[in-house]
């Protein structure tokens, strides 16, 4: 099992490239079995998830092309409608299937994904959508079985909550379905008007993606596209954060400034320099005056959860307390535990994490637990005095893209072993 090495202490300097977004990637992949035309994808980061997810697109049948970091799919006919527990295990985003397979095939098998070390997890809403759509759903044996024979119909849907992945699935589903869907209190995120404007190249009826209410009308087929996706945001925001902690003075470049404004704005109240160098550039230069600012993690446009993370690392070198809440999972702490082991002061209270600063971090042999818990990890240790080992690096491998080449490129000393 590899493991990360890395060598506290030295400061990054030079240009850093963000790669395209992995949860934009899941769903526009997804999004591909709606129609049994060819559909061309640009900027599909190499990352685990993606290669897990083009895996069960081919199970279900379609031709999948992989070329650098461009993918073609042809999902001719659908052969099997189903997401067995196998891939579902290791990757609970392949739910993204289950509303294009029902509009497409009018049935779907789709193993529940279980629950994963931030959270429950729980798709209640993605069914309960999907039944407002006309679909029959059935729980057994651990799968989910949806069925829609005649085909969905378009109705009214309202989130009870905010849910990224309930949001695009619902969207997926609705495109073809009989008449008009209104989703209302619909997720924000980037990454779902960037699913929206692939359907629509692809012939979707679709308005308001990107806001709190989507309206779209059904239509009988969808046809071919070709799509550039999105920067990935919490990429280039993990690599801010490591330019800042170092104290040092890095460019990230192939990103979307507007999609980074909760923590650029959180990371210039703590005195950190960031600035706009050029289109899709932001240069971040560390400070001796870090200062700790609070920050509550909510949905987009607010702090994104897949940052809390990176962002309690950081407050572990500010001057100060920084109280830290997570509030939309319920168990998105175990970095702490791990950073308190590398000498960081911070003590958990339910949802809130109160992280005390400067600490001098330690090098230590510390754990990867989920996806971006590990990304706060290696910002530790690119601190830390002396030497830091990572165990269980397959977590970072699932959503970043070659790091640790890219953090080396701007003078890190992180090896894989
Ligand atoms: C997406 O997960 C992202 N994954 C997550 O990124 C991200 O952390 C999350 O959105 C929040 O931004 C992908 O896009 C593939 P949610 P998702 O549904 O859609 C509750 C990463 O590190 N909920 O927006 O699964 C849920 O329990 C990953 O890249 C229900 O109660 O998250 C959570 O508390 C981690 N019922 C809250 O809503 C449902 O049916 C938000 O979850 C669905 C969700």
């Known amino acids: 099992m590899d493991k990360f090495v890395i060598k506290g202490g030295v400061a990054l300097h030079g240009e850093i490239a963000t790669s395209g977004a ?3 990637a899941l769903p526009v992949l997804a999004a591909t079995l709606l129609t049994s035309e060819p559909v061309s994808l640009r900027r599909i980061p190499r990352v685990r998830d993606i290669r897990t997810m083009l895996k069960l697109i081919e199970n279900i049948g379609a031709r999948v092309e992989v070329s650098g970091d461009t993918v073609r799919i042809e999902a001719g006919e659908i052969v099997s409608p189903e997401a067995p527990y196998e891939l579902v295990k290791t ?8 509303g294009p397979l029902v509009a497409r095939a009018g049935r779907a098998r789709v193993s529940l994904p279980g629950g994963c070390a931030i959270g429950a997890r729980p798709v209640n809403l993605h069914l309960s959508g999907l039944e407002q759509l006309g679909a029959r759903i059935h729980q057994v044996h651990g799968y989910i079985e949806a069925e829609a024979p005649g085909g969905l119909r ?3 849907i309202q989130f009870d909550r905010i849910t990224v992945t309930g949001t695009e699935d619902l969207m997926m589903a609705a495109v073809l379905a009989r008449g008009e869907t209104v989703l209302e209190n619909a997720a924000r995120e980037p990454e779902v008007l960037d699913l929206a404007e692939l359907l629509i190249q692809m012939g979707a009826k679709i308005e308001g993606a990107g806001s709190s209410t989507i309206r779209i009308q059904g239509v009988a087929r969808l046809g071919a596209a070709a799509h550039t996706i999105i920067s990935d945001r919490i990429e280039a925001g993990t690599f801010l954060v490591a330019g800042a902690m170092t104290g040092g003075d890095l460019t990230v470049t192939n990103c979307v400034p507007e999609h ?3 923590l650029i704005g959180k990371m210039r109240q703590a005195g950190i320099g960031i600035e706009q160098t050029g289109t899709g550039e932001l240069r971040v230069r560390g400070t001796r005056a870090l200062r700790s600012v609070d920050m509550t993690t909510e949905e987009y446009p607010g702090f994104p959860t897949d940052l809390q993370a990176q962002y309690m690392a950081l407050m572990t070198q500010a001057e100060g307390i920084a109280i830290v809440k997570e509030n939309i999972f319920e168990n998105r702490f175990m970095h702490a535990q791990e950073l308190a082991r590398m000498g960081a002061n911070i003590r958990l209270e339910g949802r809130q994490a109160i992280v005390a600063g400067p600490r001098e971090l330690s090098g230590a042999q510390v754990i990867a637990s989920d996806l971006r818990a590990s990304a706060s990890l290696v910002l530790a240790a690119l601190v830390a005095r002396g030497e830091t080992t990572i ?6 491998d699932r959503g970043y893209e070659k790091i640790e080449e890219k953090l080396a490129g701007v003078g890190a000393q992180i090896r894989r072993a």
């Open 154 to 156: 378009g109705a009214p």
């Open 391 to 396: 165990d269980r690096v397959y977590h970072i």
């Open 91 to 98: 990757m609970r985003a392949s739910s993204l299937v289950l």
């Open 260 to 262: 980074l404004g909760a």
């Open 22 to 24: 992995k949860n934009s």
